[in-house]
């Protein structure tokens, strides 16, 4: 065999074997791009989106919940979690340490299931303590009973800040 | 661990990629057919009469792992299967080519005869328990019931090669089972997957007390004595398969993965400081103690003396790497026979690397193991559950350090210890137990990476909502 055709065999191995590392690289590089961290609720949606639109163009359209004004995204803005928002679309938000939370707060502070954000009839969003041990505030004072939520009013759990925007 | 284990990276709305898996297959088994032809043509001039064979063994093992794969783990990592594959068709190739030397090879030199065939075998044997675990294991979890019966088990693995008549002893390390009629096989190997399980579970359950429960000092953390018990359990443990079998790298492997585990369980870097410095006191005395290790640490500091008026592995070890150079002399065209012994295609595989594929090609190996580490890693982050976390830790831990323990050893970085590279090595028990690992951690990534399933739609809920009003 010519000394020609082993070098170009040698350096063409070495080639493949770099050609196949590279495309192990672009196969894991959506890992580096494209990441979202937690949100496990916010994944499942886009999941959900083309069901939960042929429902509604199937039925009428439900009353005007999402009234003027009201907000539409909640936002942590202190604690582990700061700079998560997640969309408010009329479902029950669950705060706590508990793995299936909807928001899932690391925080010493914060109980296995601590409060809850719903809507009620009229498309007000209401918190409520679940029986907390270290309480959760809106504004300064403790929560003893459901309460609205004034737009832009810190709601404190522990560590984490989170308020309802627009 | 207690941001990490509410805290799940995921890459949104992942599809199965197992078509990504399978043109990655493709790619890792033709890379070794083009291996077996490049040291057919560079050695008799001719394309090898078994290249089809081992081609189609080669195949034949990841289409049915693929298959498997795709039916019982639809959302694993793409990545894992096809790396072991091509790290072990890569390993087929090598010992394959190191059979074509006389010296290796033929007993009248003192050689083992071929033994690419006997790897094909063992590596069909450790695919089967790659598909028996994905096929019979249907959940992570259930290992974590099996803690403590996995320690039991893992003990009884380390401790079976110093039982007279069970154990035996090759070159100089007690680490070897002679099972009558099958061969002899490396316990700890299969010790090294078990014992991960059960520091996985252990750490689960107690890494709030080791974490919470400690004093600080001189800014370190200090634990309370009885949390102390444990790691020192351990420590004795492996301190006792130095002593009495003289394996620094069994050894070290499950010292590491221990301190490893316990700190990712527990993010307290004062563990990682008290694991360096009772292994170094550790490996300090046993070096002083041991003539065995003794022997290894000369040879690490000194591997240019003479031994007999023989210059040492070790120095050959870095000949041929220099023999190699950038680019290496080519497959089929080193002299890393030189070496001596069988050692080539077990303990020194590397350097058949090394001198053949050159500097370009050991680094692209030591990436494809770097990739699959990260993998490992990777899936860890993703998992959901703190076992899973804690076990990928470990298994990928364990991985990672044998690899560094061997490329260190042989490289000259640190003694050589005679642990094998995973999949590349010759060695029957390293391979069937690295396709159990792999098996473990597809099964971890398949449940990490699952897409979670449906919620209740939110029209449902206001229905309910109406009612309770």
Not at chain 2, 217 to 226: K, S, V
Request: with cysteine; charged share 15%; net charge positive.
């Amino acid at each position: 065999m010519s000394e020609l055709t082993l070098t170009v065999m040698r350096l063409g191995f070495l080639a493949v074997l770099w050609l196949f590392v590279i495309v192990a690289v672009q196969v894991i590089r959506s890992d580096l791009f494209g990441t979202r961290v937690t949100q496990r609720p916010v994944a499942r949606r886009t999941e959900q989106q083309p069901p939960a639109q042929a429902r509604r163009a199937a039925q009428p359209p439900p009353r005007a919940r999402q009234r003027r004004g009201a907000p539409s995204k909640l936002v942590i803005t202190e604690g582990s979690l700061a700079g998560t928002t997640v969309a408010l679309q009329g479902q029950t938000i669950t705060l706590g340490r508990a793995h299936d939370s909807t928001i899932v707060l690391d925080d010493d502070y914060a109980s296995g299931r601590h409060a809850r954000i719903y809507p009620d009839r009229d498309g007000q969003w209401i918190v409520e303590d679940l029986g907390s041990t270290n309480g959760t505030y809106l504004d300064r004072g403790r929560l003893t009973t459901p309460v609205p939520i004034p737009p832009g009013t810190p709601i404190r759990i522990g560590k984490t800040v989170i308020e309802l925007r627009k | 661990m207690s941001s990490a284990s509410n805290t799940t990276v995921s890459t949104g709305g992942l599809p199965s990629r197992r078509n990504t898996e399978l043109a990655m297959l493709v790619f890792a088994v033709v890379i070794p057919v083009f291996a077996y032809a490049n040291v057919g043509l560079a050695k008799d001039e001719t394309l090898p009469a078994g290249m089809l064979g081992y081609g189609l063994g080669l195949g034949l093992l990841a289409g049915v792992a693929h298959l498997v794969v795709r039916r019982y783990a639809p959302y694993a990592d793409p990545l894992l299967l096809p790396i072991a594959t091509l790290l072990n068709g890569l390993g087929l190739v090598l010992i394959w080519r190191l059979d074509q030397e006389p010296t290796i090879t033929d007993p009248d030199f003192g050689g083992d005869g071929p033994m690419a065939a006997n790897q094909l075998l063992w590596s069909t044997v450790g695919v089967a328990l790659f598909l028996g675990t994905l096929m019979l294991l249907k959940d992570h979890r259930i290992l974590q019931r099996y803690t403590y019966i996995s320690m039991v088990v893992a003990l009884a693995l380390l401790v079976a090669p110093m039982v007279p008549g069970l154990g035996r002893q090759v070159h100089g390390a007690r680490i070897w089972v002679a099972l009558p009629g099958v061969g002899s096989l490396q316990p700890g190997e299969f010790a090294k997957i078990v014992i991960a399980v059960f520091f996985a579970g252990y750490l689960m359950v107690k890494r709030d007390a080791l974490a919470l429960a400690s004093r600080r000092f001189m800014g370190l953390y200090l634990p309370r004595g009885r949390d102390m018990g444990p790691i020192l359990v351990v420590w004795a443990v492996s301190l006792m398969i130095l002593i009495f079998e003289t394996d620094l790298g069994t050894s070290l492997l499950f010292f590491g993965v221990f301190i490893v585990m316990l700190y990712v369980a527990t993010e307290r870097t004062s563990w990682i400081v008290f694991g360096l410095l009772l292994s170094a006191t550790g490996a300090v005395l046993v070096a002083q103690t041991s003539p065995h290790v003794g022997e290894r640490v000369d040879n690490w500091l000194h591997p240019l003396a003479l031994e007999n008026d023989n210059v040492t592995e070790t120095a050959q070890v870095m000949y041929s790497f220099g023999s190699g150079g950038l680019f290496g002399s080519g497959l089929g065209q080193g002299y890393s026979r030189l070496i001596g012994g069988i050692a080539p295609k077990s303990d020194y595989i590397l350097a058949t690397v090394g001198e053949e594929l050159g500097l370009a090609g050991l680094m692209a190996v030591i990436i494809l193991y770097g990739l699959l580490i990260e993998r490992g890693m990777r899936t860890a982050l993703a998992a959901r559950d703190p076992f899973g976390k804690l076990l990928c830790v470990g298994l990928t831990g364990c991985f990672a350090l044998q690899i560094f323990v061997v490329t260190g050893g042989v490289t000259g970085l640190i003694p050589l210890t005679g642990m094998t590279m995973p999949f590349l090595a010759q060695g029957g028990s390293s391979v069937i137990a690295n396709w159990a690992l792999i098996a473990l951690l597809l099964r971890i990534s398949d449940t990490a990476r699952r897409p979670a399933p449906a919620p209740a739609p939110s029209l449902d809920a206001e229905q309910t909502q109406v009612v309770r009003a």
